[in-house]
């Protein structure tokens, strides 16, 4: 009997066995933030400009002196009796217990006006990268204290807007608001000289003066405000007198950080190879 056995269809060639799946690739660990170069921001035109306008707020102790040596009133002038918006006030007469009379007020009041522009001036154009390094080009530019920065230069700009209120309505005409601008120059200026002395700890040695100026003045503010039978005029100036001195010093330190910049960046240009 003839015929073809019947063949089997071909069976399929095996495919290859599936490998266990691809594990996702991790993502990349973040890395952390980095502030700006710090020689470079130092190095700007714009922070020895803020440097010199902090430096500035020295003329005040000028004022003070020209200022007292012009005094008119029956009695000679007393740093620890009469305040210093005694000074600047516009008319001779009696107030608020004391008599005062100051003929050189304009004066006073224009040191106080520009006190308080150059404070401004100074938060505009230091930038925050300046605070976060405490003003040292060396400084690796990794963030210290991100947000502190920004809140330092709100403080130093509304005490500065306080001293300009000062400055433009003296004590003896609208009362309220020489007094709203005087706690405006006094608790943001102590509470900025306190957080930049803090976060500049282990940065400067000058961080140690900025946090004494800082206590001394808010500490002081606060004696003025809630203790009486004290010596008005001692306390007021234990008051201002060491934010004042307190942002010259900032200003000295950014301006020798913005030299050693410069000096920096003439040594990175003379060693670069030429292309």
């Known amino acids: 009997m003839s015929g073809s056995l019947p063949t089997n269809p071909a069976s399929p060639e095996p495919g290859p066995e599936p490998g266990p799946e691809a594990a996702p690739e ?33 003329q005040f102790f000028l004022a003070e002196a020209v200022v007292i040596s012009g ?12 305040v210093i918006s005694d000074l600047g006030a516009a ?3 009696i107030y608020s ?31 925050t990268v300046l605070f976060r390094v405490a003003a040292r080009p060396d400084v690796p530019p990794q963030v210290r204290h991100p947000a502190w920065g920004l809140m330092i230069r709100a403080l130093v700009g509304v005490a500065g807007v ?33 957080a930049l002395g803090w976060s500049w700890r282990g940065l400067r040695a000058v961080s140690w003066i900025l946090l ?20 008005p005029g001692t306390l007021e100036r234990l008051m201002a007198y060491p934010i004042t001195i307190g ?29």
Not at 163 to 174: I, N
């Open 247 to 275: 942002l010259a010093v900032v200003g000295l330190t950014v301006a020798r950080g913005a030299h050693q910049a410069r000096t920096l960046l003439k040594v990175r240009a003379r060693s670069a190879p030429e292309r």
């Open 71 to 82: 005094w008119a009133g029956a009695h000679p002038y007393s740093r620890r009796f009469n």
């Open 26 to 58: 991790a993502a990349p660990e973040a890395a952390p933030e980095l502030a700006p170069d710090p020689v470079g921001a130092l190095a700007r035109a714009r922070s020895l400009v803020g440097a010199w306008a902090k430096i500035s707020v020295l």
């Open 212 to 231: 004494l100026a800082g206590a001394v003045s808010l500490v002081s503010t606060v004696l003025f405000r809630f203790v009486h039978g004290l010596e």
């Open 91 to 93: 008319h001779c007469g």
């Open 162 to 194: 306080g001293m300009v209120l000062v400055g433009c309505v003296p004590e003896d005409t609208v009362t309220v608001l020489h007094e709203t601008g005087a706690l405006l120059f006094f608790v943001p200026g102590g509470l900025a000289l306190l």
């Open 97 to 127: 217990g004391r008599e005062v009379c100051s003929p050189l007020h304009w004066l006073m009041n224009l040191s106080f006006v520009v006190q308080g522009l150059a404070m401004i001036v100074g938060a505009v154009l230091l930038s």
